[in-house]
């Protein structure tokens, strides 16, 4: 059987370029590859995370749907940061609605939704220790935060996290 020429949608990101995969992390687009997919060719780009040590290959034309971003810019990591010293309204004591709630967020994938997890369980685990699924959606979100906030801020990433627990720190 042949494959048929494809009209590729726009790419919307580069080679070389730093975007973020809700969930996975901060990733680097190696390339942007055409390959056979059933009767046609798919426009692919190939994307490694280093968080993961992994490379994957996400459809130009579901990039999108999928939630894959950009890097956010230096204004938008520092609201972040702002966030997580700012007051918070404690969440449900239900652990499994509030985590239910946390993974919806984490999935939306932007970097406000990320900081208001990570502060709503830093602040819950002073209160109680966190269930295990908790404590790894908390250490999941944190390691999302820090990632993106230091490629956006060109900081290293022990220096983001020293930042990070000092904001959450702030006694308001």
Avoid: C
Avoid at 73 to 89: H, N, S, V
């Amino acid at each position: 059987m042949k494959t048929r020429k494809a009209r590729h949608p726009p790419t919307r990101y580069r080679t070389g370029q730093e975007i973020v995969y809700p969930l996975q992390g901060v990733g680097h687009v190696q390339s942007i590859e055409e390959r056979p997919f059933r009767d046609r060719r798919i426009l692919y780009y190939v994307v490694y995370l280093e968080v993961s040590d992994m490379t994957i290959m996400v459809p130009v034309d579901k990039a999108d749907d999928l939630g894959i971003r950009p890097i956010v810019g230096k204004k938008e990591a520092q609201k972040a940061l702002r966030l997580i010293a700012e007051k918070y309204e404690p969440v449900t004591a239900d652990w499994k609605l509030r985590y239910q709630m946390n993974l919806d967020l984490l999935k939306k994938g932007s970097i406000i939704d990320i900081a208001n997890v990570v502060r709503a369980l830093y602040h819950r685990s002073r209160v109680k220790e966190l269930p295990i699924l908790e404590r790894k959606l908390y250490d999941s979100a944190l390691r999302l935060l820090v990632d993106e906030v230091s490629f956006s801020l060109e900081r290293g990433k022990e220096d983001v996290e020293e930042l990070v627990f000092a904001r959450l720190n702030t006694k308001n």
